[in-house]
């Protein structure tokens, strides 16, 4: 081979798409042989397919349409499908279930990573199991260089991606992405001239940074993002303030607000709020007193934390039914509240969940058919998420369910029952009645079950039409009428489902910025957030500013700013209850 050839063979390592024009007869040969070697290992190729012998292309299945090219010293595994017109720079890697649309590309030195693993604590990471959503992305994508990709997103027909980004969530079609983690800029057919916040241009693709339109349509200006930034300066000021008006040290116990009984929730709040703001925890006991309290509330037979006597003693239980479960909904709901605390501080609960290890299978299925999914969605809802949580702490202690299979159970018996015209459970509502108990009822089974441990939800698209629709009824959500908890179950089901997809997500984003706008106003100083009008529909403890409205409001402004693309001007982000992410990987297999 002459040095000439040989310049030619490295040339087309970088800059596979002349490989079609200018390659000699000899190089062609070359290139069939090695395009065979890779058939006999389940390749398929289309015509004019280039693949550089320099590549590490170890592939389970790869599918190449035609006039597509994987450049020198790509690193390419899995099972990668890609469509025509689609190019894999240099030193790209491309790992785990990845699906190209037509006219991707690929820039230099970017990852596309289908697949991750978890970082739980009782193992090393070495061995931690392995998950894999996949990556799909569509057609006529610009991908820049240094971009990382990560699994389970999915980008949008017609997207730009400037270099450098970390894509960690769904981008909708037509968008301009930038950023660490990546966020939109703009819609890629909007018209203007060049963006004013130049701050970003150098994450761009070379030649985009002069030629950026205004922003995307529903996307705030700064203002609101300065918004943000100022309340959240203003109450991490005034956290310790708002957590110690509701200390009552003659009975060393928080309560919601002043002059209300001690709960075991208003602890729970306290660490989660101390944590959420100063990163420490309320500094009225040391973090290992805490965490020593709220252990010593777990009822010993039930693995349940139930609410305190009215003279502030240790709580009693009603009798449990027939398959063992206690009904008692405060106590339920502690399973999750004690439970992140817990976590916040360091510890853990110190026994399982016994209620939730002792139930079987069939006594699971069972009960989840016997739950009120016609009347009160919610409380049927809330169930699930007591009893995955309770599921979720018994593995991180160790403990198998009951009976093998128990998890799996739940898993298939949500996806076999989910309504796939509105991606919920329950009925789906009236004019008179309207959503609020379907939408508020699949939160909190999502929160428990999908979105705790880490799965995508069914239906992504039904569930955005379903809560937009339920977040323009004016009875729960007109200036004045919002509680916590009616905005936090539509903020939590839009974040969750447009992970999936970018199904309307301008009417999203427009949504979120309204209730955002509204949400920074309500904070009182020193006192922290109240939950909301109290009535029909409302519940909690109404208008008055306490721990339990501070928390919820504190996680639902990080979601709604997440929503517009403003959370990182927080300098905080949810680690207890409202986490956005997974508590743990799903470990088992999952219907399909």
Known sequence: MDAETALDDAYFDYCPWDFVGRASAGQRAAQDAHQRRLAESGARLGPRCYVSPAAGVFTDALRLGTDSYIAGHAYVTGEVTAGDDCTVNPYATVRGRI????????????????????????????RQPLTGKGITVGDDVWIGSHVVVLDGVTIGDHCVVGAGAVVTKDLAPWTVAAGNPARPLRDRRAQGGPRRDRAVSGDLPRGLSDDLSGDRPGVPSGDLGD????????AREQAADVVARCWNPDTGRYADRPGAPATVRAHCDAVEIADLLLGSPPEQLAADEHAARLRALQDPGSGLVPEFAPDGGPGVLPAPAADGWIDDGTAEYHVLAVGYALDLLGSRLTQPVHVVHRMTASQLLARLESLPWRTRTWSAGAWVDCWATGAHRNLELGVEDGEPGALEALFGWLTTRVDPWTGMWGTAGS?????LQLVNGYYRLTRGSYAQFGLDVPYAE???DTVLAHGRDQRWF????????????VAHPLWLAGRRSGHRAAEVRAWAEEQLTRA???WRDGAGFGFGPAGEGGGGPGREPGLQGTEMWLAIVWLLADLVGVADRLAYR?????RPEPARSPGFATPG
């Open 99 to 126: 699906t190209l649309g037509d006219g991707v590309r690929i820039g230099a030195h970017s990852s596309l990573l289908g697949f991750n693993h978890g970082f739980a604590p009782d193992r090393p990471v070495h």
């Open 227 to 234: 918004a943000v930034a100022r309340f959240a300066d203003r």
């Open 431 to 435: 004019p008179a009645a309207g959503r």
């Open 462 to 464: 039904r569930v955005v």
């Open 478 to 489: 007109a200036a004045g009428r919002e509680n916590a908890c009616n905005v936090l179950d």
């Open 520 to 522: 920074l106003g309500r």
């Open 574 to 578: 949810p680690r207890g209850v409202h």
